[in-house]
């Protein structure tokens, strides 16, 4: 297949969409081809999940009203198969509409182009997981250190003007936050996932990230033992404590053990379940206390119930 134009990082336009093969090429587009699901591939370490939920379901029903509108991006492989570089969802969401083919642009690029593109385009999403952010973040960094930039965002807080442009623009991020972002790509999958899960916050997080492996597993059979995540200040004391070889089960024990002000035992109600009991005179911000009269007067009522019982 002959080179295609140089890779565009942007997405296909509006305008673009609707073009037949013949204006596309008198625009010197790509053309777009029907290409079957069976003969394309993932893209290697692809670090964007794709998820079977509402949103798929969304996009599979779309699909099959109105087919796919944006082409997913190929890249043709020596063997003569195709590799996925933008459009993971929308394939997917093809294979569950039952369809056989997808339509493409298929493009020339090399390995490291393809990676731009990949990260580019899955950081116009709406939601990114702190995950996908990290380890996309950090491939893109290692594309750009192998086209013979400077790799130098983990070296420390002074980050060059450059790495921001190219790495945090998009989605509005400092330089110095892309590099706590990379950080997180040193912790073990399972406690990234309580990072994605949101029950550990992204800051203590990144500092955790600089424990050793085993002293992660050790902090992550703690946090399963006590059921409560580690706050930023117990984040820092932990990797001071490993800087220094003094970080041991005990130590995390100690640490985790302390109270922390953000997670002192705490009730959830869901309002609208509560507001079933309570009377439609009662303002919103009165709420709590009428509960907690309810609870007194429910407390008064068992207290006579039992005198009544120990009466008999």
Same mark, same amino acid.
Do not use: W
């Given at each position: 297949?002959?080179?295609?134009?140089?890779?565009? #990082? *942007?997405?296909? *336009?509006?305008?673009?969409?609707?073009?037949?093969?013949?204006?596309?090429?008198?625009?010197?587009?790509?053309?777009?081809?029907?290409?079957?699901?069976?003969?394309?591939?993932?893209?290697?370490?692809?670090?964007?999940?794709?998820?079977?939920?509402?949103?798929?379901?969304?996009?599979?029903?779309?699909?099959?009203?109105?087919?796919?509108?944006?082409?997913?991006?190929?890249?043709?492989?020596?063997?003569?198969?195709?590799?996925?570089?933008?459009?993971?969802?929308?394939?997917?969401?093809?294979?569950?509409? *039952?369809?056989?083919?997808?339509?493409?642009?298929?493009?020339?690029?090399?390995?490291?182009?393809?990676?731009?593109?990949?990260?580019?385009?899955?950081?116009?999403?709406?939601?990114?997981?702190?995950?996908?952010?990290?380890?996309?973040?950090?491939?893109?960094?290692?594309?750009?250190?192998?086209? *013979?930039?400077?790799?130098?965002?983990?070296?420390?807080?002074?980050?060059?003007?450059?790495?921001?442009?190219?790495?945090?623009?998009?989605?509005?991020?400092?330089?110095?936050?892309?590099?706590?972002?990379?950080?997180?790509?040193?912790?073990?999958?399972?406690?990234?996932? #309580?990072?994605?899960?949101?029950?550990?916050?992204?800051?203590?997080?990144?500092?955790?990230?600089?424990?050793?492996?085993?002293?992660?597993?050790?902090?992550?059979?703690?946090?399963?033992?006590?059921?409560?995540?580690?706050? #930023?200040?117990?984040?820092?004391?932990?990797?001071?404590?490993?800087?220094?070889?003094?970080?041991?089960?005990?130590?995390?024990?100690?640490?985790?053990?302390?109270?922390?002000?953000?997670?002192?035992?705490?009730?959830?109600?869901?309002?609208?379940?509560?507001?079933?009991?309570?009377?439609?005179?009662?303002?919103?911000?009165?709420?709590?206390?009428?509960?907690?009269?309810? #609870?007194?007067?429910?407390?008064?009522?068992?207290?006579?119930?039992?005198?009544?019982?120990?009466?008999?």
């Amino acid at each position: 297949m002959k080179n295609v134009q140089k890779i565009d #990082l *942007g997405l296909t *336009g509006y305008d673009e969409l609707f073009m037949n093969d013949a204006e596309r090429k008198e625009n010197k587009l790509p053309r777009i081809y029907d290409v079957p699901i069976s003969e394309i591939d993932d893209f290697p370490d692809h670090p964007f999940k794709v998820k079977v939920d509402e949103d798929m379901d969304q996009l599979v029903q779309s699909i099959k009203e109105r087919g796919i509108i944006t082409p997913v991006t190929l890249r043709p492989k020596e063997d003569g198969r195709y590799e996925i570089v933008s459009g993971h969802r929308r394939k997917k969401a093809c294979e569950l509409a *039952g369809l056989d083919t997808v339509k493409a642009e298929v493009r020339e690029m090399t390995r490291d182009e393809a990676i731009i593109l990949m990260v580019e385009s899955n950081l116009q999403r709406s939601t990114i997981l702190p995950s996908e952010k990290a380890f996309s973040y950090k491939m893109r960094l290692e594309a750009m250190n192998r086209q *013979g930039q400077r790799n130098d965002l983990t070296s420390g807080p002074v980050v060059p003007k450059f790495s921001r442009d190219a790495l945090g623009d998009k989605a509005e991020e400092s330089g110095r936050q892309v590099s706590r972002y990379i950080r997180l790509t040193e912790l073990i999958p399972e406690l990234l996932q #309580l990072v994605d899960d949101s029950r550990i916050a992204f800051r203590p997080a990144v500092e955790l990230s600089y424990l050793k492996k085993e002293e992660q597993a050790a902090l992550l059979e703690e946090i399963s033992y006590t059921d409560a995540t580690p706050s #930023l200040a117990q984040a820092i004391k932990m990797k001071k404590f490993s800087q220094e070889g003094k970080l041991s089960q005990e130590v995390i024990e100690s640490i985790m053990s302390e109270e922390k002000p953000n997670q002192k035992e705490k009730i959830s109600i869901k309002y609208e379940e509560a507001r079933r009991y309570i009377p439609a005179s009662v303002p919103f911000n009165k709420t709590g206390d009428y509960i907690m009269k309810a #609870l007194e007067y429910y407390h008064r009522y068992q207290e006579r119930q039992k005198d009544r019982g120990e009466a008999r």
